[in-house]
């Protein structure tokens, strides 16, 4: 069993830049696929990044892509979302999740998950 807390996130305005953290504890987390997806009002949840279990390869969404770093520290069992230029549609709930069944795009094939952390961006 995998337990995931996000930390970072806060009210930021547009151009500015968050870092948020994602600390996992118990099970095997060092050696699982994370992703962060985010989820805004009204919206469905929508993948952001995915990192793989040695941080070897790394994928972003579109609507993220050169805006956004994953990153992580296995020997801290935390990974990162590094988020830059960030715009007031980047405004949502930013989640992480652990060990994927399937396509790691798709939230439905993570079997852990964190309660999330409010991310709010002023125009």
């Known amino acids: 069993q995998i337990q995931l807390v996000e930390s970072g996130g806060g009210l930021v305005q547009a151009g500015g830049s968050l870092r948020l953290s994602c600390a996992g504890s118990?099970?095997?987390?060092?050696?699982?696929?994370v992703g962060w997806f985010r989820q805004a009002p009204g919206k469905e949840r929508q993948f952001v990044a995915v990192?793989?279990?040695?941080?070897?390869?790394?994928y972003y969404g579109d609507s993220v892509a050169g805006r956004v770093t994953i990153s992580r520290d296995n020997g801290k069992n935390v990974v990162y979302l590094q988020m830059n230029n960030l715009k007031p549609e980047d405004t949502a709930i930013y989640f992480c999740?652990?060990?994927?069944?399937?396509?790691?795009?798709?939230?439905?094939?993570?079997?852990?998950w964190g309660q999330g952390t409010k991310v709010t961006v002023s125009s």
């Open positions: 999740a652990a060990d994927p069944s399937g396509n790691y795009r798709r939230s439905g094939t993570y079997r852990y």
């Open positions: 118990g099970g095997t987390f060092s050696r699982d696929v």
């Open positions: 990192i793989t279990e040695s941080g070897g390869n790394t």
